[in-house]
């Protein structure tokens, strides 16, 4: 089976702080799109960040300048680093695999299962 292993949520304070790990199994991310996406009770589920084969970036309005998508092929793992964090930054956190590019939710393949981001005082 091919997976996606999201790990790095947890409760933290405003303007705190949190490193989300999102770890492939099964196959290896060199030739895939990696998506970070969120979903927030009474809210629909918006994409984030995402980072394409080749190293390019793309950002939320939401997060810009606040959260940084990088990821290392070598450990086969995408990071998604959290700063400033927000009380509505609190949603569970996903990523999601497709080759090449970025895309609408939809168009990805592999999905991992969610890790929770709490922030509040």
């Known amino acids: 089976q091919l997976q996606l292993v999201e790990s790095g949520g947890g409760l933290v304070q405003p303007g705190g702080s949190l490193r989300l790990s999102c770890a492939a199994s099964g196959f290896t991310l060199n030739y895939y799109a990696i998506g970070w996406f969120r979903q927030a009770p009474g809210k629909e589920r918006e994409g984030v960040s995402c980072?394409?084969?080749?190293?390019?970036?793309n950002y939320a309005d939401s997060v810009k300048g606040r959260f940084t998508i990088t990821r290392d092929n070598a450990k086969n793992t995408v990071y998604l680093q959290m700063n400033s964090l927000k009380p509505e930054d609190t949603a569970v956190y996903y990523c999601?695999?497709?080759?090449?590019?970025?895309?609408?939710?939809?168009?990805?393949?592999?999905w991992g299962q969610g890790t929770q981001v709490t922030v509040s005082s």
């Open positions: 980072i394409t084969r080749g190293g390019n970036t």
């Open positions: 999601a695999s497709r080759p090449n590019y970025c895309s609408a939710s939809m168009e990805y393949n592999v």
